[in-house]
């Protein structure tokens, strides 16, 4: 237990502070338990590296993506206003998620609707504190470890960010290697378009199986994501394959914590 | 005389029928939705970028080099088949041949791209005749596809051959010296004929069996898959600019949302002049935008998008490609009868009755498809504007899905959660 007290924007606002970014949680960082270990580990780094910041706590809510592309843009819509009235509240102008989906909407979608910050992925984050020096990997953890990244969809084709998550996991200096179809050829997790939320259509294999093997063919020991529906599909496909003992998942804030030993 | 009389009314059969064709198309995308355009510098990028050169056809390195090359030889071969046109309709001969070294350029090049394309199209015809390529099948390439396919290489085969049979004659027939640069048929010409001088009725036939294939080949196109060639570099231009993730908004929905919203309006009558739009989201043709039709038309049935589709890739029914060969053909179908009267119905729907629920429901937006399409045709959010119709005007929601939405709309997760438990996951650090 590191005893961090994660500063929350109502309580902060009561004490006359406007922290300098929201840290969007997410609701797979904030109620999947697997993910809930990376929220912890990005805090753990936020506070590491002095990051002026504040969560909305019990005042988030999901802001309408699963439902906009599951085509419920009535659901979307009220989500997105009210989480709108809640930035405004709190004068947020910068935003920082470890969620790709949460990060497109609100970078490319919320505008429309009034809603328009400066929306930053926590691998764009991370990356920008490795750079700065604000956070020092140590060599010696990953050194015997193969990384293999797979590129989220919204991250990546969505956005065209393929390189700041490869950068994070260059600083840790482990061995890397890379799928056949990576960064802009990246094959899906399967989660994506509110697939997370409902069983597949009849097909010959899950999507999730199909990237599993890919990932796993590599020979890498450590599969790296940066989305928490990716972490899900492949952390259940790696268990589908009976790998999980050889080969692990983790975000790539959890391997910088592991990498700075502050767990 | 008689040349050139029977030229211009070859010429003048061509415009007509082509006229009457575009008219009937222009037709169709009246009945479209409106696709606001913008940020023309950037357009002009992207066209140089993506039509011009070719960038996102060599993501498929070996037949994109072959279409990249035929793409260049036909915007060379254009400007001589410019020329032939000027003299078949005022009878000159070699009509450009006094802009020097643009012409000595001109015809050098489109001497070289013709024995290139042809090579090109031989390459291609292999291809579809005696390679099994994943992509060239699917349920919805029907026979008209492949025929299709096959009937315009081998019209682009005619032409070449033609084409080459313009310039080797020529250069032949005029040892002392001729208009232009013709470097490869220059070679091969005495290969071919030795000494042989007389080869007016080659060169005849040639020109006259290029130009009427110009001709018919321009007013095929538009009723097969390769009006592409006309349509897909302004399908280019008219792209879709923001980012693949984002999806476009529904200002329709957003009018509702913020009177529901506001206590003062929420339960009074809509104001005047904001009428409800006649339907949320894509059931029918009438309901995409003209860029969804225009997509549509300017597909080639290449396949790359479903060949890179996960949910095509793992055996789910759900094919990119064939999202825009249904649209297509349902405009075909429903278009003549809305065009004459605008509440036509025939009783079916491009949902159901050409895309099936289940094919819609497998997309994971993970956009490889649009990434993926050399003519930036965007698939996407087309999906989703069909998902939009069948969720808001029939609650038609696969039944985990509609769970999710409630979970939304009462605990605001689409988990089952209280979002008094939201700060959970601190009480662990």
Same mark, same amino acid.
């Given at each position: 237990?590191?005893?961090?007290?994660?500063?929350?924007?109502?309580?902060?606002?009561?004490?006359?502070?406007?922290?300098?970014?929201?840290?969007?949680?997410?609701?797979?960082?904030?109620?999947?338990?697997?993910?809930?270990?990376?929220?912890?580990?990005?805090?753990?780094?936020?506070?590491?590296?002095?990051?002026?910041?504040?969560?909305?706590?019990?005042?988030?809510?999901?802001?309408?993506?699963?439902?906009?592309?599951?085509?419920?843009?009535?659901?979307?819509?009220?989500?997105?206003?009210?989480?709108?009235?809640?930035?405004?509240?709190?004068?947020?102008?910068?935003?920082?998620?470890?969620?790709?989906?949460?990060?497109?909407?609100?970078?490319?979608?919320?505008?429309?609707?009034?809603?328009?910050?400066?929306?930053?992925?926590?691998?764009?984050?991370?990356?920008?504190?490795?750079?700065?020096?604000?956070?020092?990997?140590?060599?010696?953890?990953?050194?015997?470890?193969?990384?293999?990244?797979?590129?989220?969809?919204?991250?990546?084709?969505?956005?065209?960010?393929?390189?700041?998550?490869?950068?994070?996991?260059?600083?840790?200096?482990?061995?890397?290697?890379?799928?056949?179809?990576?960064?802009?050829?990246?094959?899906?997790?399967?989660?994506?378009?509110?697939?997370?939320?409902?069983?597949?259509?009849?097909?010959?294999?899950?999507?999730?199986?199909?990237?599993?093997?890919?990932?796993?063919?590599?020979?890498?020991?450590?599969?790296?994501?940066?989305?928490?529906?990716?972490?899900?599909?492949?952390?259940?496909?790696?268990?589908?394959?009976?790998?999980?003992?050889?080969?692990?998942?983790?975000?790539?804030?959890?391997?910088?914590?592991?990498?700075?030993?502050?767990? | 005389?008689?040349?050139?009389?029977?030229?211009?009314?070859?010429?003048?059969?061509?415009?007509?029928?082509?006229?009457?064709?575009?008219?009937?198309?222009?037709?169709?995308?009246?009945?479209?939705?409106?696709?606001?355009?913008?940020?023309?510098?950037?357009?002009?990028?992207?066209?140089?970028?993506?039509?011009?050169?070719?960038?996102?056809?060599?993501?498929?390195?070996?037949?994109?080099?072959?279409?990249?090359?035929?793409?260049?030889?036909?915007?060379?071969?254009?400007?001589?088949?410019?020329?032939?046109?000027?003299?078949?309709?005022?009878?000159?001969?070699?009509?450009?041949?006094?802009?020097?070294?643009?012409?000595?350029?001109?015809?050098?090049?489109?001497?070289?791209?013709?024995?290139?394309?042809?090579?090109?199209?031989?390459?291609?015809?292999?291809?579809?005749?005696?390679?099994?390529?994943?992509?060239?099948?699917?349920?919805?390439?029907?026979?008209?596809?492949?025929?299709?396919?096959?009937?315009?290489?081998?019209?682009?085969?005619?032409?070449?051959?033609?084409?080459?049979?313009?310039?080797?004659?020529?250069?032949?027939?005029?040892?002392?010296?001729?208009?232009?640069?013709?470097?490869?048929?220059?070679?091969?010409?005495?290969?071919?004929?030795?000494?042989?001088?007389?080869?007016?009725?080659?060169?005849?036939?040639?020109?006259?069996?290029?130009?009427?294939?110009?001709?018919?080949?321009?007013?095929?196109?538009?009723?097969?898959?390769?009006?592409?060639?006309?349509?897909?570099?302004?399908?280019?231009?008219?792209?879709?600019?923001?980012?693949?993730?984002?999806?476009?908004?529904?200002?329709?929905?957003?009018?509702?949302?913020?009177?529901?919203?506001?206590?003062?309006?929420?339960?009074?009558?809509?104001?005047?002049?904001?009428?409800?739009?006649?339907?949320?989201?894509?059931?029918?043709?009438?309901?995409?935008?003209?860029?969804?039709?225009?997509?549509?038309? !300017? +597909? #080639?049935? $290449?396949?790359? %998008?479903?060949?890179? =589709? @996960?949910? *095509? /890739?793992?055996?789910?029914? &759900?094919?990119?490609?064939?999202?825009?060969?249904?649209?297509?053909?349902?405009?075909?179908?429903?278009?003549?009868?809305?065009?004459?009267?605008?509440?036509?119905?025939?009783?079916?729907?491009?949902?159901?009755?050409?895309?099936?629920?289940?094919?819609?429901? !497998? +997309? #994971?937006? $993970?956009?490889? %498809?649009?990434?993926? =399409? @050399?003519? *930036? /045709?965007?698939?996407?959010? &087309?999906?989703?504007?069909?998902?939009?119709?069948?969720?808001?005007?029939?609650?038609?929601?696969?039944?985990?899905?509609?769970?999710?939405?409630?979970?939304?709309?009462?605990?605001?997760?689409?988990?089952?959660?209280?979002?008094?438990?939201?700060?959970?996951? !601190?009480?662990?650090?």
């Amino acid at each position: 237990m590191s005893n961090i007290q994660v500063p929350v924007m109502a309580e902060a606002a009561a004490r006359g502070e406007k922290p300098e970014y929201l840290f969007w949680v997410g609701c797979a960082g904030a109620f999947d338990e697997r993910y809930q270990k990376v929220t912890r580990a990005f805090v753990k780094l936020l506070h590491h590296a002095g990051v002026s910041y504040a969560v909305l706590g019990k005042e988030e809510t999901c802001n309408g993506d699963p439902a906009r592309r599951a085509g419920d843009e009535m659901t979307f819509q009220m989500q997105a206003l009210t989480v709108i009235e809640t930035f405004k509240a709190y004068e947020v102008t910068k935003i920082i998620t470890c969620c790709p989906h949460c990060f497109n909407i609100f970078k490319n979608e919320y505008p429309d609707l009034g809603g328009r910050y400066e929306v930053t992925h926590h691998s764009q984050f991370l990356k920008q504190l490795v750079e700065e020096g604000k956070i020092k990997a140590d060599p010696k953890i990953f050194s015997n470890n193969t990384i293999v990244y797979h590129d989220p969809c919204y991250l990546g084709r969505g956005n065209g960010e393929y390189e700041s998550s490869r950068e994070v996991i260059a600083a840790l200096q482990s061995k890397t290697t890379e799928m056949p179809r990576n960064r802009s050829k990246a094959f899906c997790c399967g989660a994506g378009g509110a697939q997370m939320f409902k069983e597949a259509e009849p097909g010959k294999k899950e999507v999730s199986t199909e990237r599993t093997e890919e990932a796993l063919a590599t020979g890498a020991d450590i599969v790296a994501t940066a989305c928490p529906f990716c972490m899900t599909m492949l952390t259940d496909g790696i268990k589908f394959k009976n790998k999980e003992e050889e080969v692990k998942n983790y975000d790539i804030a959890e391997l910088l914590v592991m990498s700075l030993g502050i767990q | 005389m008689a040349k050139q009389i029977i030229f211009i009314l070859a010429l003048l059969t061509t415009l007509g029928v082509f006229a009457y064709t575009m008219r009937r198309i222009f037709s169709f995308f009246r009945l479209t939705k409106p696709f606001p355009l913008n940020d023309w510098g950037k357009r002009i990028k992207v066209t140089l970028k993506v039509a011009i050169a070719q960038s996102r056809i060599f993501r498929f390195p070996g037949p994109g080099l072959a279409h990249a090359l035929v793409f260049w030889g036909f915007m060379v071969i254009t400007l001589g088949s410019i020329e032939m046109v000027i003299d078949g309709v005022f009878g000159l001969h070699r009509s450009m041949s006094a802009t020097g070294w643009f012409y000595d350029f001109v015809m050098a090049s489109g001497d070289i791209m013709a024995y290139v394309v042809l090579i090109s199209i031989v390459i291609f015809l292999i291809r579809r005749l005696f390679m099994h390529i994943g992509r060239f099948y699917g349920i919805e390439m029907q026979k008209k596809s492949k025929l299709d396919a096959l009937i315009a290489l081998g019209i682009i085969l005619l032409l070449m051959v033609s084409l080459a049979g313009i310039n080797l004659s020529y250069v032949q027939m005029h040892p002392e010296g001729y208009a232009g640069f013709y470097p490869v048929s220059a070679k091969l010409a005495p290969v071919l004929f030795g000494e042989g001088r007389d080869l007016y009725v080659l060169h005849e036939i040639s020109w006259w069996s290029h130009i009427l294939l110009i001709f018919i080949f321009a007013n095929i196109l538009p009723y097969s898959k390769h009006f592409h060639v006309f349509t897909s570099i302004p399908n280019v231009l008219l792209s879709r600019l923001e980012p693949l993730g984002q999806l476009p908004n529904m200002e329709s929905v957003t009018n509702e949302v913020k009177l529901m919203m506001n206590p003062d309006t929420a339960f009074a009558a809509a104001p005047e002049g904001a009428a409800a739009p006649s339907r949320f989201g894509v059931k029918d043709v009438e309901d995409v935008t003209w860029k969804n039709y225009l997509d549509s038309l !300017a +597909c #080639t049935e $290449c396949g790359r %998008c479903t060949s890179v =589709c @996960p949910a *095509n /890739i793992t055996g789910k029914k &759900l094919s990119p490609r064939k999202i825009f060969v249904d649209l297509r053909a349902r405009m075909k179908e429903k278009g003549p009868g809305l065009v004459k009267d605008g509440s036509y119905d025939d009783g079916k729907s491009l949902v159901r009755d050409y895309i099936s629920e289940e094919e819609l429901w !497998a +997309c #994971t937006t $993970c956009n490889a %498809c649009a990434r993926e =399409c @050399p003519i *930036n /045709i965007n698939h996407p959010t &087309l999906i989703i504007d069909m998902r939009r119709y069948l969720v808001m005007e029939e609650a038609a929601v696969p039944p985990p899905l509609a769970t999710m939405l409630q979970n939304i709309q009462n605990n605001g997760a689409p988990w089952q959660y209280s979002s008094e438990d939201r700060m959970k996951w !601190a009480e662990l650090l």
